[in-house]
């Protein structure tokens, strides 16, 4: 069993900057276990559908969702810490969702939520205009 934790939400003002930060840790989740593991961020606005932000696969490769967060968004991990990151940068009021941290137990990127296995319990980001 793989546990997901996200961290670094909250309420920002449009333009200001966020990192939100996901620790993944588990009985078996070990660093041998995560190399086995990409990881994924996505995010669920208001009466709207879970919407794939960013992947990446253990050795950094990473994938964008919508144009809107290409180049503002950053995805990264440190496998030391069992950790991805997301820093946001010039955040708009239209970020405002609940970010969610997946794991999905392939070493591919995916877009897809069907496709990851574990997910945290999301953390609200904010953007007031």
């Known amino acids: 069993q793989v546990q997901l934790v996200e961290s670094g939400g909250g309420l920002v003002q449009a333009g200001g900057s966020l990192r939100l930060a996901c620790a993944a840790s588990?009985?078996?989740?070990?660093?041998?276990?995560?190399?086995?593991?990409?990881m994924g961020w996505f995010r669920q606005a208001p009466g709207k559908e879970r919407e794939f932000v960013a992947a990446?696969?253990?050795?950094?490769?990473?994938?964008y969702g919508t144009d809107s967060v290409k180049g503002r968004f950053t995805i990264s991990r440190d496998n030391a810490k069992n950790t991805v990151y997301l820093p946001m940068n010039s955040l708009k009021s239209e970020d405002t969702a609940v970010y969610y941290c997946?794991?999905?137990?392939?070493?591919?990127?995916?877009?897809?939520?069907?496709?990851?296995?574990?997910w945290g319990q999301g953390t609200q980001v904010t953007v007031s205009s």
């Open positions: 997946a794991a999905r137990q392939d070493s591919s990127r995916s877009i897809a939520s069907y496709e990851y296995d574990y």
């Open positions: 990446i696969t253990w050795s950094g490769l990473s994938i």
């Open positions: 588990g009985r078996t989740f070990s660093r041998y276990v995560m190399e086995r593991y990409a």
